[in-house]
């Protein structure tokens, strides 16, 4: 009897021991990775600059629509950013916006086309499934041919200097030289907004030329992503 009951205690700490082992597994093996990739390059493409691989930051990647669906994007990622190749981009209709590259006006996906470069912009977090899936908090298409794609800043700072003019700092360290007669716009509003209105933590887009002289921006409000 006491051989019988030694029996069933190791038994039950085996089992025990062996949940525990596949606890730890589950944990180790979490379904999501971060975007940002340790040996990340420049995103490269037409006017492109470096970012810095920050996990509080957002990652810039492109490359051809290889498929769309009802609310994703399919692309083939070519920007060394994040996961090479096919990517699934998912579009959240409170969220995500997907904007003309001229204008910065909304656009409807259907109205890319298979083989068009686009220009994303990603979080940190990216399913580890084949292909790879993440939610696109911006979406930028219909570039014409040898157009200069603008930027999505996070501001860091926005300073006046003493001839009037501004320095435009982004949360990943780029600097815009602002002109004082800068063209600056709402995002789909008529508000009326000055480059005093671009302050820390504010978000926009930014036409510039290679040297980050900038020529156009759109200012989103300030209680949008």
Not at 186 to 198: F, G, K, M, S
Request: proline share 6%; net charge negative.
């Amino acid at each position: 009897m006491k051989k019988l009951r030694k029996e069933i205690l190791l038994a039950v700490c085996c089992a025990g021991i062996l949940a525990l082992g596949c606890v730890g597994l589950a944990q180790a093996q979490s379904p999501v990775i971060s975007a940002g990739n340790a040996q990340a390059q420049p995103s490269g493409g037409p006017g492109a600059k470096p970012q810095e691989q920050d996990a509080a930051e957002i990652f810039r990647i492109w490359g051809p629509v290889i498929g769309i669906e009802d609310d994703s994007v399919i692309i083939d990622n070519q920007s060394g950013i994040s996961s090479a190749g096919e990517i699934v981009l998912h579009i959240d209709p409170e969220h995500s916006r997907v904007l003309d590259a001229v204008n910065g006006y909304p656009i409807e996906i259907a109205s890319l086309q298979k083989g068009e470069v686009i220009y994303a912009y990603i979080g940190p977090a990216m399913t580890m499934s084949l292909p790879p899936q993440t939610t696109a908090e911006m979406i930028i298409g219909q570039i014409p041919a040898d157009f200069k794609v603008p930027d999505y800043v996070q501001v860091k700072s926005m300073e006046q200097r003493e001839d009037g003019n501004w320095k435009l700092t982004g949360a990943d360290g780029t600097v815009y030289s602002v002109p004082a007669d800068c063209q600056i716009l709402p995002y789909l509003t008529r508000n009326i907004v000055t480059l005093a209105d671009v302050n820390k933590g504010s978000t926009c887009l930014v036409w510039s030329d290679e040297a980050g002289n900038v020529q156009k921006i759109v200012l989103f409000a300030s209680d949008e992503k």
